[in-house]
């Protein structure tokens, strides 16, 4: 791999960072490695569901963001270390373990041993303390690979969120995510808090590979993720609406097709162009 920038958010607001990204993959031709951490927060993959995802009660207090990639659902909050390697690439575009491998070389030299399983996460033992999704931008040649690292996440807070309180008669085709238990990093090998356990990451990967420069960036001063939050990712259009169709069968046993958010097909045809929102709401 060429040498990367490595990036530091000063935000921990989930809309930036993750606008954040798409800026840095579309409107910069450097090799990248940014690392963030948000307040709580639940991030779905692009071709999900998040009626079968998610926990969408009206007292939740966290938010809710589709990112650019595919994979599953995954929990930010403070105790979470996202990081994400943003570079050219000609070739070879779909190589997970290329990205994967230095964070488990760092965590190697940080005294936990580690492993990475056949779907690309980061295992200390049984317990799943990394999740991995890319994106390609085939016509820029550039690739975002990102993934998370759980050092000292609420877990209880992470296992609720990532379920919906009512499970509702949903088929689709969208990506399900693959479930695993989960640990914090901090509960096999304690280094502070979590800000420090990212600086002792950063040290470590220096040594592992060709790290040009460390510098903070605050998306919060760049019109372009201003930009991309007003313009998609507080959205429900993104958010909600760009759900693969589906099918939904109400709780008196009425069928619905959904599609971009509305219904498409339904008996009643006085319900056809509604949201869905609003069919859950009165059913």
């Not at 640990?183 to 470590?204: A, C, P, V």
Request: cysteine-free.
């Amino acid at each position: 791999m060429k040498p990367f920038d490595i990036y530091i958010s000063s935000s921990q607001n989930v809309y930036e960072n993750i606008a954040l990204e798409e800026f840095l993959l579309t409107n910069t031709k450097k090799d990248i490695l940014l690392f963030y951490i948000n307040k709580d927060a639940v991030v779905i993959g692009k071709h999900q569901n998040p009626w079968i995802e998610v926990d969408l009660s009206p007292t939740r207090n966290f938010k809710i963001i589709r990112r650019l990639s595919g994979g599953g659902t995954v929990f930010h909050d403070l105790g979470n270390i996202n990081f994400s390697f943003i570079r050219n690439k000609e070739t070879d575009f779909v190589n997970f373990k290329e990205h994967i491998v230095p964070i488990s070389q760092s965590l190697e030299q940080l005294h936990i041993p580690n492993s990475i399983s056949e779907r690309n996460d980061l295992f200390v033992g049984e317990y799943k303390v990394s999740g991995n999704a890319e994106h390609v931008n085939s016509s820029l040649k550039r690739l975002l690979h990102h993934g998370t690292l759980l050092y000292d996440s609420n877990l209880l807070k992470l296992n609720g969120s990532i379920k919906p309180k009512e499970k509702l008669k949903i088929k689709t085709h969208a990506v399900s995510s693959k479930r695993s238990p989960v640990s914090n990093l901090r509960d096999f090998y304690d280094w502070g808090n979590t800000e420090t356990f990212l600086q002792l990451i950063i040290q470590k990967l220096k040594t592992i590979i060709d790290i040009k420069s460390v510098q903070e960036i605050d998306p919060s001063n760049i019109k372009e993720v201003k930009n991309l939050i007003k313009d998609k990712y507080i959205l429900d259009d993104w958010n909600f609406n760009h759900t693969p169709q589906f099918s939904y069968t109400g709780k008196s046993g009425e069928k619905y097709k959904i599609r971009k958010g509305k219904v498409i097909e339904s008996k009643d045809s006085e319900k056809i162009g509604q949201p869905f929102k609003s069919i859950l709401k009165h059913d």
